[in-house]
């Protein structure tokens, strides 16, 4: 996951686990340390995306990145190169979330 983490976002990312972020908080000195994570159904993100910016929107979007890739020599390296390397892992949306931590100095 964080090998393709790293390749499909193009950057050098470690995806954290809960326990890693709530190392860091007690890493920082914070107390009393309340975690709550939420998992993320990426279907339903998928639709209010689309609800949220309307077809028009959505195509606005797909336009600009035809236009970016027909225009950008850099940027078609960078696509080459992404789908290239692309193979999603399994279960992938099971590891989409995200949480609130909370700590106290």
Do not use: H
């Amino acid at each position: 996951m964080v090998a393709w983490a790293g390749q499909d976002l193009g950057a050098n990312v470690k995806p954290l686990t809960s326990d890693e972020w709530v190392g860091l908080l007690v890493g920082a000195g914070l107390k009393d340390i309340v975690v709550q994570a939420y998992e993320i159904d990426t279907r339903d993100e998928a639709r209010g995306i689309v609800g949220r910016y309307g077809c028009g929107g959505m195509l606005a979007v797909f336009w600009r990145m035809l236009c970016l890739y027909a225009r950008n020599p850099a940027y078609r390296r960078f696509v080459k190169e992404v789908r290239g390397q692309g193979v999603i892992p399994d279960n992938l949306e099971e590891y989409f979330g995200y949480g609130l931590y909370v700590g106290r100095k």
